[in-house]
DNA sequence: CCCAAAGGTTAACGAGCGCTAACGACTCTG
DNA sequence: CAGAGTCGTTAGCGCTCGTTAACCTTTGGG
């Protein structure tokens, strides 16, 4: 029983550098030597813990599809009380995970592709289960929303919310709490716009 | 002298299946073979026309980043009425854009690493004037936003106009004129919010 | 009519990559 | 202290990929 407060194990020490280095330079782009020079072992040694490169990006994808969605099935259960609320809730915890999880957000939608099939099947279906939960909080905020037009500013609000990853140099844009009020700001005006 | 609506040439047909390959599986992900099966040549045939693989993207991405830069100039020259006419403007235009050339957005934001410096350095330089007059433009509309937040909701915005692509299967989604009309409804009212 | 330019073809090379094999050191545990 | 399990190492195999070389066919102009 691993406790939860100790070192990264070796295993989530490699998959957090694997995801760093997938988002920077793309799945192709990063060969297994740099990905085990990145935790200090070389190449081959990677094998003692994943069964080969395509199982690293697996367990990122399949991981936070499924962190996602169980974070928003748990905050629809603990908003007992306004539909105003749970989507304010909602969009905090997504505000979080981009804010803090830059690199799994950007292979979540750039290399969802390079899945095997059963594990790209995985997590579509994790993601659309998470989008369907959005829809439902939108709407009723909003219930004159036809759930086509709901859907699509679901989809669109999680680029805006997304975008973090593509920022320039940090000196031209605002602090971590600051982006955190911003987007959460945007994203109800966006959706408030949607009619 | 060619003329613009001949049949495209066979430079043109070769960019614009490789910006569909390289959206759709990486730029690594896809081989020369395919690029040049996917116009009815084979593999090597496509150095009668490129110098090498890196310069088709090159091309695509200075191509678009210049296109939307001039096209974005052109409207603001146009544009001698109302700041909000102006922001209508731009938005109308880089949604046309998100919503027909899906492929070369998503290539913008995701393929930019894999360029020669010098390019990447050109094309960086493009998004940035381009951002820099959306900020002007914004501005103009809310003058009381600040200039970082005004440039952290540009990027956000340009999050959500480029979700388009990251789309489900067309049933469940509105069609192009009433997506056209729903992004800049969103746009509109995620500005509107940046307070 | 010739010949040069344009635009293809196939064969093959060299580099890089994922992965396996074979081996070694360290650490528990009976 | 033997022996097994864990976690590394290096060498190398086999394949893929971008690119080059050498050659062929078509076409338009002097």
Same mark, same amino acid.
């Given at each position: 029983?691993?406790?939860?407060?100790?070192?990264?194990?070796?295993?989530?020490?490699?998959?957090?550098?694997?995801?760093?280095?997938?988002?920077? %330079?793309? $799945?192709? /782009?990063?060969?297994?030597?740099?990905?085990?020079?990145? #935790? *200090? =072992? @070389?190449?081959?040694? +990677?094998? %003692?813990? $994943?069964? /080969?490169?395509?199982?690293?990006?697996?367990?990122?994808? #399949? *991981? =936070? @599809?499924?962190?996602? +969605?169980?974070?928003?099935?748990?905050?629809?259960?603990?908003?007992?009380?306004?539909?105003?609320?749970?989507?304010?809730?909602?969009?905090?915890?997504?505000?979080?995970?981009?804010?803090d999880d830059r690199a799994l957000i950007t292979l979540q939608d750039r290399e969802l592709d390079r899945l095997r099939d059963s594990d790209r099947k995985l997590v579509r279906q994790f993601q659309r289960q998470y989008v369907e939960l959005w829809v439902g909080a939108v709407r009723a905020v909003y219930p004159a929303l036809a759930e086509p037009s709901a859907r699509a500013s679901v989809h669109a609000v999680f680029g805006l919310l997304n975008s973090t990853p593509h920022l320039g140099r940090p000196g031209s844009l605002p602090g971590r709490e600051a982006m955190a009020a911003l987007l959460h700001r945007l994203a109800r005006g966006a959706f408030s716009a949607a009619r």
């Open positions: 029983m691993t406790s939860r407060v100790d070192a990264p194990t070796r295993r989530e020490q490699i998959l957090g550098e694997a995801a760093r280095l997938f988002a920077e %330079r793309g $799945f192709h /782009g990063v060969g297994v030597d740099e990905i085990g020079a990145a #935790v *200090g =072992i @070389s190449g081959p040694g +990677l094998y %003692r813990h $994943f069964p /080969g490169k395509d199982a690293m990006l697996a367990e990122l994808l #399949v *991981g =936070i @599809s499924e962190r996602l +969605l169980r974070g928003g099935r748990r905050r629809v259960e603990e908003a007992a009380g306004s539909a105003e609320q749970l989507l304010d809730s909602l969009l905090e915890g997504h505000i979080d995970f981009a804010l």
